[in-house]
């Protein structure tokens, strides 16, 4: 990430290039898949785990397996790029997520998709790390302001579109296509790359930090397998805590790692400077709140209101519309009023619209959710544009390509995190109410101790009801659908506090004097504005 915007590149200049604009037809097309595939996937859940006989805890790794290898990868592949060639990177990227997709589309077991989720999120990381200096290094003045006004368009509609093309394609064909789709619009791409990208390398690039990514990974990987272990088991389970205790050591020889190499991948040094943190907060809660909820939402929407694939694409529509709309405004809002404000406002509308969907009940429509969407969707929107110049207007423009990277690696953490921990939440209390249920309706207690520990191990739905009675099976959809309501209730809660701690955190630590003069934000008395280089500069995730 240590090419971007304002340092120093090699390759042919702008003025050399013929049909130059290739470049961002390039470079857009790779990020429109990669960005589509976050949102285009939650849909498509409940056919994935009804088709591959998926438990909960499968669902939980087919998002965090992506969310997880893009943070632990992001920074590792900016510095591979600038070392060895960002084109050579970004098309290397796109082969392995194109791959990955085949793969995924092919998937015979959970194991198998997951895996290739993992080959997914390596490939976009390469793609997300590189993206933005591919367009510096091709594009100056006038015409770079148009390139990143283009490209973060892009992004933005392929986080709109998401959740209604899963819909259509799960319904339409098949849960496989939201993958397969990929490998043509891939191959094309790649195909572009490699004829029309100029490539360029950082001339004094630094080495890997092996060692900070190695100790960031493993800690990750224990923070989220103990997690999601967790709901399967309890927080009491030996493997849980041996998984929890590794994660914590391991996140201590990662500071140590950090603090001690000549060229980090996380400067620490960043971390004393409170805006810096503020922005980070506010990533990490806006990703472990809404982001990490939209698993919860797709199953209460088909599971709970049998809703089909189409349906629940087009009520998540309300989401990601409002967020699109909304975004552009906040940019401009960004001119005007402090960056702490809009997000602090961004957050707190999050958190009200979570506090309107909690209380939802199994025989309400889906109206009931409307207002929680749009407010929901409304805040999200409000977040990103000055979340994005407060992680990179505090640096100067040398190190905004670490800046940016770490506040997207804080935002797939919290992504990762927030599902396997919510997850817990949501499993423990979906058990507790089923097996009130069973025994209130006076079922043998050997039928009951049966399917709860069905449930508690991660069983599919279709297991946890085999063998049984049709007496006793309709009680047990009844309350396998009144214990994701309630268990949803209580994940809303949660993640409406994360929403509202970074609200509040966002005022006490965005700070105008923070921000660096000339670089990403010019500050004024109305607050911080976007110097016209760098407005553009919205990170993928963060689009």
Same mark, same amino acid.
């Given at each position: 990430?240590? !090419?971007?915007?304002?340092?120093?590149?090699?390759?042919?200049?702008?003025?050399?290039?013929?049909?130059?604009?290739?470049?961002?037809?390039?470079?857009?097309?790779?990020?429109?898949?990669?960005?589509?595939?976050?949102?285009?996937?939650?849909?498509? $859940?409940?056919?994935?785990?009804?088709?591959?006989?998926?438990?909960?805890?499968?669902?939980?790794?087919?998002?965090?397996?992506?969310?997880?290898?893009?943070?632990? $990868?992001?920074?590792?592949?900016?510095? $591979?790029?600038?070392?060895?060639?960002?084109?050579?990177?970004? #098309?290397?990227?796109?082969?392995?997520?194109?791959?990955?997709?085949? &793969?995924?589309?092919?998937?015979?077991?959970?194991?198998?998709?997951?895996?290739?989720?993992?080959?997914?999120?390596?490939?976009?990381?390469?793609?997300?790390?590189?993206?933005?200096?591919?367009?510096?290094?091709?594009?100056?003045?006038?015409?770079?302001?148009?390139?990143?006004?283009?490209?973060?368009?892009?992004?933005?509609?392929?986080?709109?579109?998401? =959740?209604?093309?899963? !819909?259509?394609?799960?319904?339409?064909?098949?849960?496989?296509?939201?993958?397969?789709?990929?490998? =043509?619009?891939?191959? &094309?791409?790649?195909?572009?790359?490699?004829?029309?990208?100029?490539?360029?390398?950082?001339?004094?690039?630094?080495?890997?930090?092996?060692?900070?990514?190695?100790?960031?990974?493993? +800690?990750?990987?224990?923070?989220?397998?103990?997690?999601?272990?967790?709901?399967?088991?309890?927080?009491?389970?030996?493997?849980?805590?041996?998984?929890?205790?590794?994660?914590?050591?391991?996140?201590?020889?990662?500071?140590?790692?950090?603090?001690?190499? =000549?060229?980090?991948?996380?400067?620490?040094?960043?971390?004393?400077?409170?805006?810096?943190?503020?922005?980070?907060?506010?990533?990490?809660?806006?990703?472990?709140?809404?982001?990490?909820?939209?698993?919860?939402?797709?199953?209460?929407?088909?599971?709970?209101?049998?809703?089909?694939?189409?349906?629940?694409?087009?009520? $998540?529509?309300?989401?990601?519309?409002?967020?699109?709309?909304?975004?552009?405004?906040?940019?401009?809002?960004?001119?005007?009023?402090?960056?702490?404000?809009?997000?602090?406002?961004?957050?707190?509308?999050?958190?009200?619209?979570?506090?309107?969907?909690?209380?939802?009940?199994? #025989?309400?429509?889906?109206?009931?959710?409307?207002?929680?969407?749009?407010?929901?969707?409304?805040?999200?929107?409000?977040?990103?544009?000055?979340?994005?110049?407060?992680?990179?207007?505090?640096?100067?423009?040398?190190?905004?390509?670490?800046?940016?990277?770490?506040?997207?690696?804080?935002?797939?953490?919290?992504?990762?995190?927030?599902?396997?921990?919510?997850?817990?939440?949501?499993?423990?209390?979906?058990?507790?109410?089923?097996?009130?249920?069973?025994?209130?309706?006076?079922?043998?207690?050997?039928?009951?101790?049966?399917?709860? +520990?069905?449930?508690?191990?991660?069983?599919?739905? /279709?297991?946890?009801?085999?063998?049984?009675?049709?007496?006793? +099976?309709?009680?047990?959809?009844?309350?396998?659908?009144?214990?994701?309501?309630?268990?949803?209730?209580?994940?809303?809660?949660?993640?409406?506090?994360?929403?509202? &701690?970074?609200?509040?955190?966002?005022?006490?630590?965005? /700070?105008?004097?923070?921000?660096?003069?000339?670089?990403?934000?010019?500050?004024? +008395?109305?607050?911080?504005?976007?110097?016209?280089?760098?407005?553009?500069?919205?990170?993928?995730?963060?689009?």
């Amino acid at each position: 990430m240590e !090419g971007t915007p304002g340092q120093g590149t090699t390759g042919p200049g702008p003025g050399q290039q013929q049909g130059k604009w290739w470049s961002l037809v390039a470079v857009s097309g790779g990020m429109f898949m990669l960005l589509l595939d976050i949102t285009i996937v939650a849909v498509a $859940l409940p056919a994935i785990q009804r088709q591959l006989h998926a438990s909960l805890a499968d669902l939980q790794w087919v998002v965090d397996a992506y969310a997880m290898t893009l943070a632990a $990868l992001l920074l590792t592949t900016g510095s $591979l790029a600038d070392l060895y060639g960002r084109r050579r990177l970004f #098309a290397g990227g796109l082969a392995v997520f194109t791959l990955g997709s085949l &793969l995924c589309g092919t998937a015979t077991d959970p194991l198998f998709l997951i895996v290739a989720r993992c080959g997914q999120g390596v490939g976009g990381a390469a793609m997300l790390a590189t993206s933005l200096a591919l367009l510096a290094q091709a594009y100056q003045g006038k015409d770079r302001a148009v390139a990143f006004a283009v490209w973060g368009a892009v992004m933005a509609v392929a986080i709109a579109v998401g =959740p209604l093309v899963g !819909g259509l394609l799960t319904q339409g064909a098949s849960w496989r296509w939201i993958f397969l789709v990929n490998v =043509p619009l891939g191959v &094309l791409t790649l195909g572009l790359t490699l004829r029309r990208v100029p490539e360029s390398k950082d001339p004094a690039p630094r080495r890997p930090d092996w060692l900070g990514f190695l100790s960031f990974t493993a +800690a990750l990987v224990a923070l989220v397998l103990g997690l999601i272990r967790a709901s399967q088991t309890s927080f009491a389970n030996p493997v849980v805590l041996a998984c929890l205790v590794a994660a914590g050591g391991l996140a201590l020889v990662f500071v140590a790692v950090e603090q001690r190499v =000549p060229h980090p991948m996380f400067d620490l040094g960043l971390f004393r400077v409170p805006t810096f943190d503020g922005a980070l907060l506010a990533s990490f809660a806006i990703s472990a709140s809404f982001y990490s909820l939209l698993l919860y939402l797709v199953l209460y929407l088909q599971d709970a209101l049998g809703e089909s694939p189409l349906q629940a694409g087009l009520r $998540l529509l309300v989401i990601s519309g409002s967020t699109f709309l909304t975004s552009a405004a906040a940019g401009r809002l960004s001119r005007h009023i402090p960056v702490r404000w809009l997000v602090a406002l961004g957050l707190a509308l999050v958190a009200v619209g979570l506090g309107l969907l909690s209380g939802l009940a199994p #025989a309400d429509a889906w109206t009931a959710a409307l207002p929680g969407f749009l407010l929901v969707g409304l805040g999200n929107g409000i977040v990103n544009p000055p979340l994005a110049q407060a992680a990179m207007g505090v640096v100067p423009p040398s190190r905004a390509g670490m800046a940016s990277g770490i506040n997207n690696t804080f935002r797939q953490t919290g992504i990762a995190a927030g599902v396997a921990a919510l997850g817990t939440i949501f499993a423990d209390r979906e058990r507790a109410v089923l097996a009130r249920a069973l025994v209130q309706a006076h079922l043998p207690s050997t039928v009951v101790g049966r399917v709860v +520990a069905l449930v508690k191990a991660g069983a599919p739905p /279709r297991q946890v009801l085999a063998g049984l009675s049709a007496h006793a +099976a309709g009680l047990t959809t009844i309350g396998l659908r009144r214990g994701l309501v309630v268990g949803l209730d209580d994940i809303l809660r949660v993640s409406l506090v994360v929403a509202a &701690l970074g609200a509040l955190g966002t005022i006490g630590l965005i /700070r105008n004097r923070d921000f660096v003069a000339g670089s990403h934000l010019e500050v004024s +008395a109305e607050g911080s504005r976007p110097t016209a280089e760098h407005a553009g500069q919205v990170a993928p995730a963060e689009a």
